[in-house]
């Protein structure tokens, strides 16, 4: 029972990312007052993807193949940790927030080794700058979650969550550091504005699109919904991290449906934010993303000292 | 105590003591080569009367080898091959200017004092003439190191050798009324063949550098120039 | 006792019969021979000592205690092992014009000579005569090291024959005071002998032996090559022919040490004072240090290797001071594996440097290359000197490092800075002469690498486990000079 | 057991000294012809010729070598399953003291190591070294010292007094410079191996001199001794910092790691595999037997300076690694950065011993031996691939490299499951080790001091940022080597190997990667073992969710299960494929790279490998010396055209001006003022000994 709740929830959360994004582009094209595609404009794009015909190149090797399979399972495997509408599921035991965070380097990991196979400019360019901001971006994140992770004293995301509902609204400055760090780092590694912008095919702003600029067909199509389905972990992990009220803590029917509510507001709300961000501000050089990323350890490591030096009390 | 409480023996020793000791400071402040292995003469000689003495007063028969001993070596043999060399040189003219000589001379004679105050903690144990003559000794040997230092001609620095090799003698005959008889001739074999050695390497040295100046023998430094 | 007499007399032989026809061709293997035979000699007086202990001469000439028989046996074996390298070493030099018939005569005789006055010293009982032979030693040597009559050769020569006749007959002066220090015990007759001295040394006047102690220190010290007394070693070492070096290096500086440690025994044993002591440690130390960091500066193989020996009689200088039965033990292997050690780098040395006609380092190069036998045996030499187990300096450096560390721990600091730094020394001149191509025209020689071989292994013997009979001797040879039971 | 391990040694020397006889065919068949003609009934065919009998002779030797760590391997596994410690004397050594030999677990633990590292190395060497002139490199030399450095590493792990142990560590190091020093002819392989043995000697002085303090509090220098001695904090403080001088050297802690990068290079490909892969967890294996078995109490500053060495070592080590162009340097570099991850945690290990909570102490210890373990896997697997790589391209240089993946396919898979365990990808062993270290590092809570709780998860962090950073690293191996287009005609023209021991080789060892990184808990358990015997403390509860599962602490605290994890990838990866298969009118259309439309790319377009890293090297420009220059040939009218660019970038070791060459010109400048003594004149000479014996006679009266 509870390993088919646990499949479902990661399968709504798969389904559900494409959604995410169509979301996002609406959002933001209301607020630059420009005609909206549907909501589910992403789900069409990627059913076209997969029924074209992929045109690989002839320097592709067989990693090339290869590649989109495990990214979209690495991220896949990610999904199935994160609690979504329902907490204590087992398969949030396999895997702890630090495997979660390797899932993302796994997929990353092919992603630069595809964008360097058929050895173009652009690919080489893309992959360095991926690998680039992932490794200065990681520190900060794993510090963000550590100063929850300590809190919770596990690194179990569900029994984190538990903790965090036990204890109530608890005002810790902590988790004020750690949240902002958590916003800035995910923007950053979902390749968002001011870190990359998913919109432009611009050769020198391009990161993401640099990389997977030689794919095509369903290969694209499963690497552009790794990518949104990435977008949406960091959304859900943020929100039911820090907001985790309304998540689903048994497994009777109306419980669930409450948490899937709550979860799409919490969603909802997260993703306007995203967009007021990236219609406010601009796409910044490269070489001033580690001043960015920079700041977001600052503040991570402030969660940290805080809590360390503020909430411990022995 | 002083001298007139003492038997004549030991009043000869102690004057051929300061007659050794007048010698070594001869040689040490003497720049011409002939005179200073005359001096160096005179000074075996003194050592062959002392060890007579020596063996007439103690009536010692094996001290008269060793004096007839000494007497051929030391006086006779070795000066006279020295002074061959000079003249084969023609080094007999010119005199060695010593640097500071005063300076040397005056080293010379606190290194006399030195020797006393070293060997004064033994006194107590026996009596002054020997320790007196030990010093002497022991001055005559450092001085001829001093010599061999101040000097830079290599025949210089053989008599500066021997008179070292004089200095033990006189301890050794004065103090312990000389040594084991097979020491004595061992050694006087080992001079023998030293100043015989000698000789051949004055032939060597002269074909390499034709001088006898140790100063230009300094081919084997390690000294960045 | 007949094996000292028989020793001795076939050294005397040697040196008529080499004086009057050395120069044939079979003389080698004759001086072969004959070091050989004496070899035997002195095994069976060991075998002897080892069943009867310490012999005495009717006559109370010689005296052949635990200590010094291993060190007459050494002596013999490196002689032969020597004498095997120098047959085509010599014939070599005789064919390219460097050596005369006449020259070769000398060597041969004064090898003899050296050999024996290396026995007299180790046997007698007579540390006057003792005296003698240590005199004897320099003379025998110093024709040879100006052998090649080169004028760097007469210099070095000259400045060997001065400065270790000078020390020596302060060695003498510190003798007559010891004499002296006897004679005033009265009933006592010919107080030079050993076995005398030791009876009596509780007796003897502490003031005057402290005395005689430095005279002998600085006398002997100068032979051993102690800084500031060393001058003369690397010269002698690197203008006379190879062959003398490995004895030099092998035999007169152990010989020297040997009577350097018989008087420190008298010394400890008259004045209940670490003066002696002290004094050792300290000149052991400076030498050590001054040697090691000395190698770096060389441009010259022998020289380098000249200083390494230098460097190494300063640590067992070191450990003989320390006393206590470990660093004694310690210091008697040392002796041991390095006289092996030493002598055949020497003899790899000599094979080098005829190689590429030359002592000069920056010319010799790729021997690896060039000849495998003499590249590997100077790199596992120069492995085997620098303390690198499981050969034998290693052990004894060991020990004398726990020795140390026991008594004065702060002293182990610059010990082993010492080390490190010799290491560096050696090595960074050695590597480019084995290592690398080997340059044009250089050829191989016809190389006789047996002694080399059988000292290596004999020294990596000892580096794994040390024979019980050699255990026993060290273990009394121990008693005897630290008064300390060890086993 | 004992037994075994007696014979894995002598096996190992057995093939060093056959090897001797590879070019005495002559002589062995002389011998052969003594026999009774009874024995020379069967035909001993090898004695026709030399080629052949060579062959024959390199073929035995490595067998030999492979019996001794099969002999290795069960030695370990017996000792590490029957929990008993062995101990026995060899009648060799001082008169007083024999060869003590003790056999407990953590020493099965390391034979472990060496004997899968050896068997690799066994079965990959008779390819290897095919390719060496007999009269340039001679086999003989190689073989013997191999296994001379084989046995040594063995008697180091059998060792039971101070003395035998200083032998055995002194034999590895000596053989494993002749090794290095194998290819003499050209300079660097000499400069390395003078550097390598120079720091060898002064890291084993240290360590005697360790040993030493020990034993100037104990009754003798055997081990046993040792374990009684009861020291003072500040000796206990100063042998402490003396053996991690010493085992550090060996281990290449930054900053005294310089021999290694410059080593490893240079050796011959197996026996690179061979020092980095095992011989530097034999330095880890001293450390562990000094500081948790010898030294009676841990205390937490020694943590402390751990940790921060550690720390250091891992950034160092992983940003000098990002920038190498030479694999096997680059290689060098990143087990600098390994070896920094394991003495950090172990640092977290001795904190938490010291201050009294044993079962997180026994955490970080199996971190540390685990990862340690792994290491050697992972990385002797891609020493060995790299040495493929130089065998079949003659080329170590990435730059020159590329589009290997498809001219040596079986080598690109397991290269590449190398790089995913080295980067810690989940699924491969690497990931798990960093796992336990994390989770040991978030355990900080219990202590008190609030210092300590504020940096260690900030190495925490550091940590991340390493594993990070070693990931892009990997990337831009694997990416530059093998993928892409060829960048110089040597990879053009390179085929995949035709030797199957080599292959088998890294196959195995890849295997033994995904193997561990799928049921870490077979090797953890064995962990625990070596853990209850040297800290007394097992994890309480590794398997409190079954054997699939791992949860070090608590279940409730972290759990991680790869195979489930495995098993989910697989649905995952099968679901999609399964929807996206192909149907007729999606087959795949091959065509050209896209070229922007402007046409004619060639191989030079690629990313290089200095390209690729150039974002970090300019963000974290401070943390090397870097000479970068960019020359233009102009010409032209006004020199306005550019005929060519050429970019030339040098990077030097920090280290090198702030530690080493202040070292060595003291040492120069002081042995120069020393040879001012040695003046020529002979007068000077009697001066000297003159005031000597005045001084001397001054002092004594």
């Given at each position: 029972m509870n390993w088919l709740i646990a499949i479902l929830q990661t399968a709504l959360l798969v389904g559900l990312s494409p959604l995410l994004a169509g979301w996002l582009k609406r959002c933001k094209c209301f607020?630059?007052?420009?005609?909206?595609?549907?909501?589910?404009?992403?789900?069409?794009?990627?059913?076209?993807?997969?029924?074209?015909?992929?045109?690989?190149?002839?320097?592709?090797?067989?990693?090339?193949?290869?590649?989109?399979?495990?990214?979209?399972?690495?991220?896949?495997?990610?999904?199935?940790?994160?609690?979504?509408?329902?907490?204590?599921?087992?398969?949030?035991?396999?895997?702890?927030?630090?495997?979660?965070?390797?899932?993302?380097?796994?997929?990353?990991?092919?992603?630069?080794?595809?964008?360097?196979?058929?050895?173009?400019?652009?690919?080489?360019?893309?992959?360095?700058?991926?690998?680039?901001?992932?490794?200065?971006?990681?520190?900060?994140?794993?510090?963000?979650?550590?100063?929850?992770?300590?809190?919770?004293?596990?690194?179990?995301?569900?029994?984190?969550?538990?903790?965090?509902?036990?204890a109530g609204l608890v005002l810790r400055p902590s988790f004020l550091f750690a949240l902002f760090a958590l916003l800035l780092v995910a923007v950053a590694e979902t390749g968002r504005v001011p870190v990359d912008n998913p919109a432009t095919h611009l050769e020198l702003t391009m990161i993401h699109e640099a990389m997977i600029l030689e794919y095509s067909g369903r290969h694209l199509a499963l690497i552009e919904w790794a990518s949104q389905l990435k977008l949406m972990l960091y959304g859900v992990l943020i929100a039911n991290l820090f907001f985790p009220w309304g998540i689903a803590q048994s497994l009777s029917l109306n419980a669930l449906g409450f948490g899937l509510f709550a979860i799409l507001l919490k969603l909802a709300v997260l993703t306007l934010i995203l967009a007021f961000a990236e219609t406010a501000v601009a796409k910044m050089r490269l070489f001033r993303v580690q001043e960015y990323l920079g700041f977001a350890y600052l503040l991570a490591l402030l969660g940290m000292l805080s809590h360390i030096v503020l909430e411990v009390l022995l | 105590m002083n001298a007139q409480h003492l038997d004549f023996y030991m009043q000869t020793i102690l004057s051929m003591a300061a007659l050794v000791a007048f010698t070594s400071f001869l040689m040490l402040g003497q720049g011409r080569l002939l005179r200073l292995i005359f001096v160096f003469a005179i000074q075996g000689l003194l050592l062959t009367l002392t060890t007579g003495l020596a063996a007439y007063s103690l009536d010692n028969p094996h001290l008269y080898i060793s004096a007839v001993l000494t007497l051929l070596l030391k006086v006779l043999f070795i000066p006279a091959m020295l002074r061959r060399e000079v003249l084969k040189m023609a080094m007999h003219r010119d005199v060695e200017a010593l640097k500071n000589k005063t300076l040397i001379m005056l080293s010379g004679a606190s290194l006399m004092i030195f020797s006393y105050y070293i060997l004064h903690p033994i006194v107590q144990t026996s009596n002054a003439v020997m320790i007196n003559?030990?010093?002497?000794?022991?001055?005559?040997?450092?001085?001829?190191?001093?010599?061999?230092?101040?000097?830079?001609?290599?025949?210089?620095?053989?008599?500066?050798?021997?008179?070292?090799?004089?200095?033990?003698?006189?301890?050794?005959?004065?103090?312990?009324?000389?040594?084991?008889?097979?020491?004595?001739?061992?050694?006087?074999?080992?001079?023998?063949?030293?100043?015989?050695l000698f000789g051949i390497f004055f032939l060597h040295i002269r074909t390499s550098i034709d001088s006898l100046d140790v100063d230009l023998m300094n081919r084997l430094h390690e000294v960045e120039k | 006792m007949i094996a000292v007499y028989f020793i001795l007399f076939l050294a005397l032989l040697g040196i008529v019969y080499f004086?009057?026809?050395?120069?044939?061709?079979?003389?080698?293997?004759?001086?072969?021979?004959?070091?050989?035979?004496?070899?035997?000699?002195?095994?069976?007086?060991?075998v002897t000592v080892l069943k009867h202990g310490t012999l005495l001469s009717e006559n109370k000439a010689f005296l052949i205690d635990s200590f010094n028989v291993y060190l007459i046996v050494l002596t013999a074996f490196v002689g032969m092992t020597t004498s095997i390298f120098s047959a085509p070493y010599m014939a070599h030099e005789n064919a390219i014009g460097r050596l005369n018939d006449q020259r070769l005569r000398l060597y041969y005789s004064m090898y003899q000579g050296f050999m024996l006055a290396m026995y007299l010293v180790l046997t007698t009982n007579n540390m006057g005569v003792m005296w003698v032979a240590m005199e004897g030693a320099t003379l025998a040597t110093v024709l040879l090291v100006s052998l090649y009559r080169t004028p760097e050769a007469i210099e070095a020569a000259w400045k060997y024959f001065i400065l270790c006749g000078v020390g020596i007959a302060q060695a003498l002066f510190g003798t007559v005071l010891l004499y002296y220090a006897a004679v005033q015990i009265n009933g006592i007759d010919n107080a030079l002998l050993w076995t005398v001295l030791y009876e009596h040394a509780d007796k003897l006047n502490p003031h005057i032996l402290e005395l005689a102690f430095v005279f002998l220190l600085i006398g002997y010290g100068t032979k051993m090559g102690l800084v500031p007394l060393h001058n003369w070693l690397p010269d002698a070492h690197s203008e006379g022919p190879t062959p003398m070096s490995a004895v030099l290096s092998g035999l007169l500086l152990n010989d020297a040490l040997y009577a350097v440690v018989r008087n420190k025994m008298l010394v400890d044993g008259a004045t209940h004072a670490p003066t002696a002591s002290y004094l050792m440690m300290g000149f052991g130390m400076l030498t050590f240090l001054t040697a090691a960091l000395l190698l770096h500066r060389q441009k010259d193989i022998k020289r380098l290797f000249s200083y390494s020996s230098i460097e190494h009689m300063g640590m067992m200088t070191f450990a003989f001071g320390i006393g206590g039965s470990l660093a004694t033990f310690a210091g008697l292997l040392h002796m041991t594996v390095h006289s092996l050690t030493k002598s055949a780098i020497f003899v790899t040395v000599g094979h080098a440097s005829q190689l590429?006609?030359?002592?000069?380092?920056?010319?010799?190069?790729?021997?690896?290359?060039?000849?495998?036998?003499?590249?590997?045996?100077?790199?596992i030499g120069t492995v085997a000197i620098a303390g690198f187990p499981p050969f034998g300096v290693f052990t004894s450096e060991f020990l004398v490092l726990m020795a140390t560390m026991h008594s004065y721990p702060w002293l182990t600091l610059p010990l082993l800075l010492g080390i490190g730094v010799a290491f560096a020394g050696l090595f960074r001149h050695i590597q480019p002469i084995v290592y690398g191509n080997k340059p044009e025209g250089q050829e191989p020689i016809k190389a006789n690498l047996w002694p080399v071989l059988i000292h290596l292994a004999l020294v990596l013997w000892l580096g794994l486990a040390i024979p019980s009979f050699l255990a026993d001797w060290f273990s009394q040879a121990t008693l005897l000079i630290s008064g300390e039971k060890l086993l | 057991m004992l037994?075994?391990?007696?014979?894995?040694?002598?096996?190992?020397?057995?093939?060093?000294?056959?090897?001797?006889?590879?070019?005495?065919?002559v002589f062995v068949s002389?011998?052969?012809?003594?026999?009774?003609?009874?024995?020379?009934?069967?035909?001993?065919?090898?004695?026709?010729?030399?080629?052949?009998?060579?062959?024959?002779?390199?073929?035995?030797?490595?067998?030999l070598l492979g019996i001794a760590s099969v002999a290795a391997i069960i030695a370990g596994l017996g000792g590490l399953l029957s929990k008993q410690i062995l101990t026995d004397q060899i009648q060799l050594g001082l008169p007083w003291l024999p060869w003590h030999v003790r056999f407990d677990s953590l020493s099965a633990l390391f034979f472990l190591i060496v004997g899968i590292g050896t068997g690799a190395v066994s079965l990959y060497g008779t390819g290897y070294v095919k390719h060496y002139q007999e009269q340039d490199h001679p086999f003989a030399v190689l073989g013997l010292f191999t296994g001379l450095f084989v046995a040594g590493m063995l008697l180091v792990l059998l060792a039971d007094d101070a003395f035998f142990f200083m032998i055995a560590w002194e034999v590895m190091s000596v053989a494993s410079y002749f090794l290095v020093a194998f290819q003499h002819e050209n300079p660097a392989n000499r400069r390395a191996a003078f550097l390598y043995l120079l720091m060898a000697e002064v890291g084993a002085l240290a360590i005697i001199l360790s040993f030493g303090v020990l034993a100037s509090f104990s009754t003798g220098i055997s081990f046993e001794a040792f374990r009684a001695a009861h020291l003072s904090d500040t000796w206990a403080s100063i042998a402490f910092c003396l053996a991690l001088l010493g085992f550090g050297m060996k281990a290449g802690l930054v900053p005294i790691h310089v021999w290694l990068p410059e080593a490893h290079p240079v050796a011959p490909s197996h026996i690179s595999a061979l020092m980095s892969g095992v011989m530097l967890k034999i330095a880890l294996y001293g450390f562990i037997r000094f500081c948790f078995d010898l030294l009676d109490k841990v205390q937490w500053q020694w943590g402390l300076v751990l940790l921060l060495l550690g720390t250091v070592s891992a950034l160092g080590g992983i940003f000098y690694a990002l920038l190498q162009s030479n694999l096997k340097r680059l290689l060098a570099y990143s087990s600098v950065e390994n070896i920094g991850i394991i003495f950090m945690v172990l640092g977290l290990a001795m904190i938490f011993m010291a201050n009294g909570h044993p079962e997180l102490a026994a955490l970080g210890f199996i971190a540390a031996l685990l990862h340690a373990f792994n290491h050697a896997l992972f990385k002797n697997l891609l020493f060995l691939g790299a040495g493929i790589i130089q065998q079949q391209t003659h080329e170590l240089n990435m730059e020159m490299l590329g589009g290997l993946i498809k001219k040596m396919p079986r080598t690109s898979v397991t290269f590449l499951i190398g790089c995913m365990s080295i980067s810690a990808l989940p699924l491969f062993n690497g990931f798990v080790s960093e796992w336990l270290v994390f989770q040991t590092a978030l355990q900080v809570d219990v202590l008190e001091s609030g210092v300590l709780r504020s940096l260690i998860p900030i190495t925490a962090a550091a940590l991340a940022l390493t594993a990070a950073l070693a990931a892009a690293c990997f990337v831009k191996v694997y990416g530059i080597t093998f993928l892409g287009v060829p960048r110089s005609h040597h990879s053009e023209k390179a085929v995949e190997t035709t030797d199957k021991g080599m292959l088998t080789a890294t196959a195995l060892l890849a295997g033994l990667c995904f193997l561990f990184g799928i049921f870490p808990s077979l090797i953890i358990r064995l962990l625990n073992q070596v853990s209850s015997q040297i800290l007394g403390q097992a994890l309480k509860n590794d398997t409190a969710l079954g054997w699939l599962w791992l949860a070090p602490v608590d279940a409730g605290q972290a759990s991680y299960s790869a195979p489930l994890v495995l098993v989910s990838a697989l649905i995952a990866a099968g679901v999609c494929?399964?929807?996206?298969?192909?149907?007729?009118?999606?087959?795949?259309?091959?065509?050209?790279?896209?070229?922007?439309?402007?046409?004619?790319?060639?191989?030079?377009?690629?990313?290089?490998?200095?390209?690729?890293?150039?974002?970090?090297?300019?963000?974290?420009?401070?943390?090397?010396?870097?000479d970068e220059q960019v020359k233009k040939d102009l010409s032209g009218a006004l020199n306005q055209q550019v005929d060519a660019v050429h970019y030339q970038l040098h990077i030097q070791d920090h280290s090198w001006q702030w530690l080493y060459q202040p070292l060595e010109n003291g040492v120069n400048s002081i042995a120069k003022q020393v040879s001012r003594i040695q003046t020529g004149n002979i007068r000077t000479y009697l001066s000297y000994s003159f005031v000597t014996l005045i001084v001397m006679l001054w002092m004594v009266s």
């Open positions: 607020l630059q007052n420009r005609q909206p595609p549907s909501v589910f404009q992403p789900y069409r794009d990627l059913l076209k993807l997969t029924r074209k015909q992929p045109v690989l190149s002839h320097d592709a090797s067989w990693l090339f193949h290869f590649a989109p399979y495990m990214v979209l399972s690495a991220t896949v495997l990610a999904a199935s940790v994160v609690p979504f509408i329902a907490v204590d599921l087992p398969t949030s035991a396999t895997a702890d927030v630090i495997v979660l965070v390797g899932f993302f380097a796994f997929a990353r990991f092919f992603l630069t080794l595809a964008g360097l196979d058929v050895g173009t400019a652009f690919g080489g360019m893309g992959a360095s700058r991926e690998v680039t901001i992932s490794s200065l971006a990681e520190p900060a994140m794993l510090m963000a979650v550590f100063t929850l992770t300590m809190t919770a004293s596990t690194t179990n995301l569900a029994f984190a969550i538990d903790h965090v509902l036990q | 003559a030990l010093a002497v000794g022991l001055s005559v040997v450092l001085l001829g190191m001093l010599l061999m230092i101040s000097h830079r001609q290599a025949i210089a620095h053989v008599v500066g050798f021997m008179s070292i090799e004089n200095g033990l003698f006189f301890a050794a005959i004065v103090a312990t009324h000389g040594m084991p008889m097979v020491v004595e001739l061992g050694v006087a074999f080992d001079v023998l063949v030293a100043a015989i | 004086a009057l026809i050395g120069h044939r061709t079979d003389v080698g293997k004759i001086n072969t021979a004959l070091n050989g035979i004496s070899f035997l000699a002195t095994v069976w007086l060991a590429a006609g030359t002592q000069k380092m920056e010319q010799i190069r790729g021997l690896i290359k060039t000849q495998p036998v003499i590249g590997w045996g100077l790199l | 037994f075994l391990a007696y014979l894995a040694v002598l096996l190992s020397i057995a093939s060093g000294g056959l090897a001797l006889f590879v070019n005495q065919r002389s011998l052969w012809q003594q026999l009774p003609v009874s024995l020379r009934q069967q035909p001993f065919y090898c004695m026709t010729d030399d080629a052949h009998w060579r062959v024959v002779i390199q073929r035995s030797v490595f067998v494929y399964y929807f996206l298969r192909r149907t007729p009118d999606t087959l795949i259309r091959k065509s050209a790279t896209w070229d922007c439309g402007f046409g004619g790319l060639t191989p030079r377009m690629q990313y290089s490998a200095n390209a690729f890293t150039m974002p970090l090297r300019r963000i974290f420009a401070p943390v090397w010396q870097l």
